[in-house]
């Protein structure tokens, strides 16, 4: 196991898998505590419009995910806010016609699209240096925006309601949270895909939330679970030969499942 360690891909792999656990343990906190996992389906889904259009066009997916991402994340909160159209029914319009979208474009592209599988279910061992690049960058406007909107993000979370009359601007910070998501999703595609990617943005922090009771705790918790279950994940589907991304959710809902088992039987040991 130690050897593949002096190979490019997988240098590039563990890399990957680093910063796919920092946005989703920073973001995925925010959405598990606001109840967005449906949001964040909704978004992630879209974006396969922008990998369509993009081979179509014969530019990087990834760009065009990242446009996507971030017009389905804006729609999203501008139709709920100014429309009579509810939450569900905007993110299940999203969900699908980006879905269509991505369908249509990479019918159009020229030739076999050999790469589509990998951007639905992902495939951490063919990063290329530029997709770091630019996970780095995402990674560090997540992390800046979380930091510089902490305590807004925060007041939000936890009574939305009583931040508006204290004169915290909930709507904008929902849309800034909104972008966070898009562009953690983007950052996590070539991990886990567009299919997956709601399981590494959720599972973490849903294990973390059992043994914190602090936002700030829950964070850092879930980006340390976000980048060990990428890495593990990464090294058992090496050595058992299976697909990465599904090999890391796999473990992931594993380790929750146990977790949770455990909590449940130490209650009941208690009562």
């Not at 709920?80 to 319009?93: C, K, Q, W, Y």
């Not at 890495?231 to 809902?253: D, F, Q």
Request: hydrophobic share 60%; charged share 10%; proline share 2%.
């Amino acid at each position: 196991m130690l050897t593949v360690l002096g190979y490019e891909f997988m240098q590039h792999a563990l890399a990957a898998a680093v910063l796919a656990g920092i946005a989703c343990g920073a973001v995925g906190t925010y959405v598990v505590v606001r109840r967005m996992v449906f949001v964040s389906g909704g978004i992630s889904h879209a974006t396969f419009g922008g990998v369509g259009l993009a081979l179509w066009l014969g530019f990087n997916p990834i760009l065009g995910a990242v446009a996507f991402a971030l017009a389905a994340a804006m729609g999203m909160g501008v139709v709920t806010r100014r429309t009579r159209l509810s939450e569900d029914a905007s993110i299940g319009v999203l969900w699908v016609t980006g879905m269509a979208l991505g369908v249509v474009f990479a019918g159009l592209a020229a030739g076999y699209t050999p790469d589509l599988f990998s951007y639905l279910f992902g495939n951490i061992l063919t990063v290329l240096t530029s997709e770091l690049q630019l996970m780095l960058v995402l990674d560090g406007v997540i992390v800046a925006t979380v930091l510089a909107f902490y305590k807004e993000f925060q007041a939000v979370s936890f009574d939305e309601e009583f931040s508006r009359v204290a004169g915290v601007p909930a709507g904008a910070l929902q849309l800034v949270l909104l972008a966070l998501i898009a562009l953690t999703i983007v950052t996590v595609i070539r991990v886990v895909g567009i299919v997956l990617v709601i399981a590494l943005i959720t599972i973490p922090p849903s294990i973390a939330r059992q043994y914190t009771t602090t936002l700030s705790g829950m964070m850092r918790l879930s980006v340390a679970l976000g980048v060990a279950l990428s890495v593990c994940g990464i090294a058992l589907s090496y050595v058992l030969n299976i697909p990465s991304g599904a090999t890391i959710v796999l473990l992931g809902g594993l380790v929750l499942a146990f977790v949770l088992l455990a909590k449940r039987l130490r209650s009941t040991r208690s009562a």
